[in-house]
């Protein structure tokens, strides 16, 4: 990818028309735009993982909670 210059012009644009400079920051714009779409997708997706992990981590926890209530349910019962 060409480099800015000091004039804030890429490096291999200088002598190029002003519709292909247009065209090239269009398709350079898009490009990034395409490449920041893909790494919050990823990130969607890490996202949604970690709320499928937390939702099973806490019905485990649940079930848990619910064999304790039911153990000093038992317990009261016996004593």
Do not use: F, H
Not at 12 to 29: A, D, N
Not at 41 to 60: F, Q
């Amino acid at each position: 990818m060409p480099e800015p210059t000091e004039n804030g012009e890429e490096t291999g644009m200088q002598g190029k028309s002003e519709l292909e400079q247009i065209q090239y920051k269009q398709s350079k714009t898009t490009n990034e735009s395409l490449e920041s779409t893909r790494r919050m997708m990823a990130l969607c997706d890490e996202s949604k993982e970690a709320g499928i992990r937390t939702l099973v981590a806490l019905d485990d926890q649940g079930e848990q909670l619910d064999r304790i209530e039911d153990d000093n349910d038992k317990i009261n019962a016996d004593m």
